[in-house]
């Protein structure tokens, strides 16, 4: 029986991982990607891994594959043209050597001096790989990387929000060196009304930091425009000023 | 069945994922070869951890599946913010850090 399920799992997994790398279009490769982690997981049963599994399909096969369907779906998942233009001669370069790695992985695997490789493994207890053992190896023994690996998730989430925010990120040079630390930390806009119906900041901003239209030729012309206005304004207050001075000299003459 | 064909089925994924970075050029494409090597190794670790009767190495498996989260994350937010500088979207086009 563990036999057909093994050589049944193996095949799934196998035939996933073929299908991530041979179909063409990236929303397909992250399907066969998806039947790949469930057929894994069956394997990992089969080892008596039963945590790791299912984190295996809620992590990897549940957030995972959303997050990668996301970032197609955004990206325009355009059928990518599998291969001539980088080259023949290179594709069957590195078919020759994943043939190459593969036979040599296999040798090195199965000639090894490790006898236990034949054979089925010890007869373990009935709590192995249980959500108990793990958490009970997580929380003693393995506290450290425990903790450091929670610190490496948020990193890289903070990590991915910064590469991948609005405004901001990455830029061109020219526009960095207008960067103050704080338009880094918080630009004056953000959380406003004004971010909220997609409205352009008031003060001027490097274009990458503005909300707004996706056009860059447009969102130049309008701060020239607003940049335009104020001068204008700036200009008449100056007059005015000098109007009002004007008129309490003369009052100032009359009296 | 014997630990040796857990080994080899592990090979055979790890080669495809590592022939998969070779050829492919888009890099939602090499990110999810990257993936497949990723699990190749979690089935060894797991694997060895049974022949030896310990747990200890799915520990060191779960801490790689939380290192391939994080590596997504972060590619995934890469390609976002080449998406959003109109940059093409191909790996061999993308060769400004080649110096």
Not at chain 1, 24 to 39: G, I, K, Q, T, W
Not at chain 1, 94 to 113: I, K, R, S, W
Not at chain 1, 147 to 155: N, P, T, V, W
Not at chain 1, 180 to 206: F, H
């Amino acid at each position: 029986m563990a036999e057909v399920l093994f050589f049944l799992a193996a095949i799934g997994a196998v035939a996933g991982a073929i299908g991530v790398v041979a179909l063409r279009n990236p929303f397909f490769s992250v399907l066969a990607l998806v039947s790949h982690l469930v057929s894994l997981a069956a394997l990992f049963l089969l080892l008596q891994a039963e945590f790791v599994a299912a984190a295996q399909v809620v992590v990897y096969a549940g957030a995972v594959m959303v997050l990668y369907v996301f970032v197609v779906a955004y990206v325009g998942g355009a059928d990518e043209p599998l291969g001539p233009q980088a080259g023949r001669g290179l594709r069957i370069v590195a078919a020759a050597f994943g043939a190459m790695l593969f036979v040599e992985l296999v040798v090195a695997l199965l000639g090894t001096g490790l006898k236990a490789v034949d054979s089925n493994g010890p007869v373990v207890q009935a709590g192995f790989g249980s959500a108990q053992q793990i958490g009970e190896l997580l929380l003693t023994k393995f506290l450290l990387p425990f903790e450091i690996a929670s610190f490496l998730l948020l990193i890289a989430a903070v990590g991915a929000v910064v590469l991948a925010r609005r405004r901001g990120g990455l830029t061109a040079e020219e526009d960095q060196a207008r960067y103050s630390a704080m338009d880094m930390l918080r630009p004056a806009y953000t959380g406003t009304m004004a971010e909220g119906v997609g409205r352009r900041a008031i003060r001027p901003s490097p274009p990458a930091l503005q909300v707004g239209t996706d056009d860059p030729a447009a969102e130049q012309e309008d701060r020239a425009e607003q940049e335009d206005r104020a001068e204008q304004e700036d200009r008449a207050e100056q007059e005015d000023r000098a109007e009002q001075e004007d008129r309490a000299e003369q009052e100032d003459r009359a009296e | 069945m014997d630990i040796g064909w857990y080994l080899t089925v592990s090979a055979l994924i790890f080669t495809i994922g590592a022939a998969g970075v070779l050829t492919r050029r888009s890099p939602l494409v090499v990110l999810l070869c990257l993936e497949l090597m990723l699990n190749a190794a979690n089935l060894a670790l797991i694997a060895f951890a049974r022949m030896h009767g310990n747990a200890e190495g799915q520990i060191f498996a779960i801490i790689v599946l939380v290192v391939a989260a994080c590596e997504v994350t972060v590619g995934l937010g890469v390609i976002v913010a080449m998406r959003r500088r109109r940059l093409p979207i191909d790996v061999d086009e993308l060769r400004e850090l080649q110096g």
